[in-house]
């Protein structure tokens, strides 16, 4: 990287995208195909949404059903354009979670992440209430032809939760058995109805007399621009599902060409299906005097059926039924599936618990994940009044998690300048123009139903109190782990982390820039080199007292700057005159915007300087990192760094990136440890090891080390259990104008022969 900007450039485009094939975290297996992966899609759009939900938009604007389709698929093609770039940029599970833990932050990944989740759930129930309307209608028609009538307990909601209930846990363990789930018999079957109704539905047309389409499609706009709006809110949903093929990136083969591949393929499967049928439901499916709104408000979860029994008879009748079922049965399975994977995804990076990762110890299926997607469905099912409802309310979160897809690509587009395998054409304009059009449709459809708008807002702030009341601290920590480990983060995030270095003893120059050069993120990051002259009030009297000052300093600032140089850094170096070193060094950090303050602090048995430093660690708004080092100590990468685990705190976070930027460094070899009462029962002592050793896996490298040391004198027990050449890495509280250095940090930095870090988070 000190060769010249041509040069990091080279660097930068070598550390950028270089999208993994084989395998994800997490144990995933890249298993489908073209054509499976199609599939996933097909199986998600195709039938369902239109069957379910075209009476609602019937009822709401009339004819122009057919033009709130269409737009509604135009916004939904471009919203895959930009899915698709994003899926070849990130071929992983997670979907646009992945997308904006990626390009934005882990709080608003897990904003994303838990909307999808959401999402996909009340889509599920969508589709388990479309198949228990349809099944009982079905089961109905078939009573009343063999005995005359049928029951109308068959009709009320207890029968159709008991059908909705039953298809999803069949659906579930169908995932739990088989990777791919079930669905796949059903996406054919589907097609082939559809492709029938199609055929009855041309030639109800041909053979239709005069005036048939006029009559149908007149008045084209029955409640105007607001109702085609309403309408388009209200299916919208009907075009989801390619983004499901995104959900399960991380199991496609060849994922750069074939996820683009397969979302435009299923997205234009869907649509060439579902605009022609509309049309002939509209025109040849009433009888004459009678609108199709007018058959929506009296039926409107069955109208599909009633207008194909008018252009197809019997036969066309019960197709409709025939694809109803399998519709609503291969989207079902689709987004339990989709739903299971984002919160196994979720589960990994610990923004849901831990145990949601948990897999089936042969067939290797999320298994908890699963479970939990399934009781939530449950849940969900029993609150929504009708399909209508929960068509509305799936709408809505998916408008919004859409639009923030297309604004992901924008940025990544943007900060990285690299061509990804596949990339919208028209760009900006087709993200610009998606990303707004997705938005302003649901602000609309959160006016226009407010339920579905009071649903969105109950589940955030559900979202929102458990994420700060649980998850945050070790989803921030892992997070943070793996950002210092993977420099494409800090450039898809847009960051520029700087850190500050205070330099003045020449013996800790090397030792503190190497470490610096460590901490500093790479390709992003940068290092300042600080040295404090002080500023004598009388020059003259103090000329030559002052310039031996500057060349020290001088002298100091060069050694620092060989060691970065020799290292391949290439750090800034500032120097500045003060009455005041310590303040001068708060103003640089405040006027510099720094991320991280490194400072020495080799003389910190007098009082006045630990006051200094407190006060200083006070008057900044950055981490600190404080290092107390043996003279001529340096950072290599044989240094065994020792990590004191005694809870949670909020420097987890900064501890974490710490961890991670050593082991960029090279220094992997970390051991985890917690001093314990020597009078601790087994099988206590067994439960806090398999918990440390759960907190190392999360922030080390391969297989960790960890320790449970009997004593009941901390600080005598790192004494013995660190070496001069080690590095302990220890927690002190960041709170505004309260003392930070405990009696323990100061015993332990002043008794053990190890370099001592302290680090202070942020507050």
Avoid at 354 to 364: D, M
Avoid at 607 to 629: P, S, T, Y
């Amino acid at each position: 990287m000190n060769e010249g900007k041509s040069s990091w450039r080279g660097v930068r485009q070598r550390l950028i995208f270089r999208p993994v094939a084989s395998t994800e975290k997490g144990g995933e297996r890249r298993h489908l195909g073209l054509t499976a992966a199609t599939g996933v899609g097909v199986g998600a759009i195709v039938g369902g949404g239109i069957l379910v939900l075209a009476g609602a938009a019937f009822r709401e604007t009339g004819p122009s059903t057919i033009l709130a389709f269409a737009v509604n698929g135009f916004v939904a093609l471009m919203t895959a354009l930009s899915f698709a770039e994003m899926s070849s940029m990130f071929p992983e599970s997670g979907g646009a979670y992945t997308f904006a833990k990626k390009v934005l932050t882990v709080r608003a990944a897990f904003g994303v992440g838990w909307v999808l989740w959401f999402a996909y759930i009340v889509a599920g129930v969508l589709y388990a209430l479309g198949f228990a309307e349809y099944a009982t209608l079905a089961i109905g028609e078939a009573l009343e032809a063999t005995s005359g009538g049928a029951p109308a307990w068959l009709y009320r909601r207890p029968t159709l939760s008991a059908l909705a209930v039953g298809a999803m846990g069949a659906y579930s363990i169908l995932l739990i058995r088989r990777s791919k789930g079930g669905g796949q018999f059903e996406t054919v079957g589907k097609l082939i109805v559809f492709a029938v109704l199609l055929v009855l539905g041309t030639w109800a047309f041909a053979t239709s007399p005069s005036g048939t389409t006029r009559e149908g499609l007149t008045p084209f706009f029955e409640e105007g621009t607001t109702g085609l709006l309403t309408a388009m809110g209200f299916t919208f949903i009907a075009l989801q599902g390619f983004d499901l093929i995104a959900t399960v990136g991380g199991e496609v083969k060849d994922p750069e060409r074939n996820i683009p591949r397969a979302m435009l393929t299923s997205l234009g499967i869907a649509l060439a299906v579902y605009l022609p049928l509309l049309f002939f439901i509209t025109t040849v499916g009433t009888e004459p005097g009678q609108s199709i709104s007018d058959m929506s408000r009296a039926r409107p979860a069955t109208v599909m059926a009633d207008a194909a029994y008018h252009f197809g008879g019997v036969f066309g009748y019960w197709l409709v039924i025939v694809a109803a079922v399998l519709s609503t049965l291969s989207a079902l399975s689709a987004n339990v599936l989709a739903a299971s994977r984002i919160a196994l995804q979720m589960a990994s990076d610990r923004t849901l618990p831990r145990v949601l990762q948990q897999r089936h110890s042969t067939l290797g299926t999320p298994v908890m994940a699963i479970y939990a997607t399934a009781l939530a469905m449950g849940f969900i099912l029993l609150m929504v009044p009708n399909v209508s409802a929960a068509g509305a309310a799936a709408s809505l979160i998916f408008l919004i998690s859409f639009a923030l897809v297309h604004w992901t690509s924008l940025l990544a587009r943007r900060r990285t300048q690299i061509k990804a395998p596949f990339q919208t054409p028209y760009f900006p304009a087709v993200p610009i123009t998606g990303g707004l059009a997705c938005a302003l449709l649901a602000a609309y459809q959160a006016v226009a139903v407010p339920g579905a708008g009071g649903i969105a807002a109950v589940w955030l702030g559900l979202g929102v109190i458990l994420y700060y009341g649980l998850f945050a601290g070790r989803a921030q920590a892992l997070d943070a782990f793996t950002e210092a480990l993977d420099p494409r983060l800090g450039v898809l995030r847009g960051r520029s982390p700087l850190v500050l270095v205070p330099v003045a003893n020449p013996a800790s120059a090397v030792g503190m820039v190497t470490l610096a050069n460590a901490l500093a993120m790479p390709v992003v990051g940068r290092v300042i080199l600080l040295t404090v002259v002080r500023r004598p009030s009388d020059f003259s009297a103090a000329e030559a007292e002052t310039t031996k000052a500057l060349a020290d300093a001088t002298d100091v600032v060069g050694q620092a700057m060989r060691a970065s140089l020799s290292a391949g850094h290439t750090p800034e170096a500032l120097m500045t005159l003060a009455y005041d070193p310590w303040k001068e060094i708060a103003r640089v950090a405040q006027a510099r915007g720094c991320e991280s303050l490194l400072i020495g602090f080799s003389s910190l048995e007098g009082q006045g300087n630990v006051e200094h430093i407190e006060q200083l660690l006070n008057d900044v708004d950055c981490d600190v990192v404080a290092l107390r080092a043996p003279k001529d100590w340096s950072l290599t990468s044989g240094t065994r760094i020792i990590v004191p685990v005694g809870g949670r705190g909020n420097h987890d976070e900064l501890r974490a990136r710490l961890l991670g930027s050593l082991g960029r460094a090279g220094c992997t070899n970390v051991r985890f440890v917690q001093v314990t009462d020597e009078a601790m029962p087994p099988n206590l002592k067994r439960h806090r090891e398999r918990e440390l050793r759960m907190f190392a896996e999360e922030e080390s490298f391969g297989v960790p080390q960890v320790a449970l040391i009997e004593s009941d004198d901390m600080v005598r027990a790192l004494a013995e259990e660190a070496g001069p050449k080690d590095l302990i890495i220890l927690g002190l509280r960041h709170e505004r104008h309260k003392r930070l250095f405990s009696k323990l940090a100061l015993q332990v930095a002043r008794r053990t022969e190890a370099a001592t870090l302290m680090i202070s988070r942020r507050t």
